[in-house]
């Protein structure tokens, strides 16, 4: 039962342009969602969150969209960094719920 | 200022024997959180701990797989009669749970290879 996906493996942009990573969802009941970054070996680490009563969060060169009607969410990375470079999962959760549903990750290759 | 440790980083172990696997979540931190990653895929939850309330074991895959935690401290993820399915990295992750913050910490994971 995958309800968030991300159906890019991987992507790989030029340093300095946007990087965007897409997440779709099919629970309209999600709350909140969270993009989070993982290094190899290592654990996946905090990017950026969004409520569901907004549709914009921004932190720094990270933006996140959310478009509720389209159970659509994107991560804009501007402008992108070789240090960028890693997988990106998105993440769903239901306010007061405990579990959380990750998709299955997007490798972003940012080329010096 | 510890993060979330886990132990062992990487554990080889033959079909039919049992595992433990150890997490050390951030001091405070009032809910703890186990997932499985398999080779390309994304992070399946395990289980939930929250304080002293029973935990939300609705992920655990089979009767194999259960974990404990000794109040707001460590946790140990136990899977019996291990099978080469359970070869995954599992990892912990912790978070200090309030409305409306739903930020964990995770640690580096524990890589499991069932031969």
């Known amino acids: 039962d995958q309800q968030v996906k991300q159906n890019s493996p991987s992507l790989s942009v030029q340093e300095g342009r946007i990087s965007i990573l897409n997440c779709d969802y099919t629970n309209s009941m999600f709350d909140y969602f969270l993009w989070y970054k993982k290094y190899p070996a290592e654990g996946p680490t905090f990017l950026i969150s969004?409520?569901?009563?907004?549709d914009k969060n921004e932190d720094g060169r990270f933006t996140v969209f959310l478009n509720k009607s389209a159970k659509h969410l994107s991560l804009h990375i501007v402008p992108s960094q070789p240090g960028d470079s890693a997988v990106y999962f998105c993440a769903a959760v239901r306010d007061n719920f405990n579990k959380f549903y990750f998709g299955s990750g997007t490798k972003l290759n940012v080329k010096p | 200022g510890a993060g979330v440790s886990q132990s062992p980083s990487n554990k080889v172990t033959e079909k039919g024997k049992d595992v433990e696997l150890r997490c050390d979540p951030i001091?405070?931190?009032?809910?703890l959180y186990w997932y499985r990653q398999r080779l390309g895929q994304g992070l399946e939850f395990l289980i939930y701990?929250?304080?002293?309330?029973?935990?939300?074991k609705s992920g655990l895959p089979s009767d194999r797989f259960s974990a404990e935690r000794t109040g707001e401290s460590v946790s140990t993820l136990t899977i019996q009669r291990t099978q080469q399915e359970d070869s995954a990295v599992y990892l912990c992750a912790s978070s200090f749970q309030s409305t409306g913050t739903y930020e964990q910490y995770f640690g580096p994971g524990t890589r499991l290879t069932v031969t």
């Open positions: 001091s405070g931190h009032t809910a």
């Open positions: 701990f929250q304080g002293n309330s029973a935990p939300d």
């Open positions: 969004i409520s569901s009563i907004k």
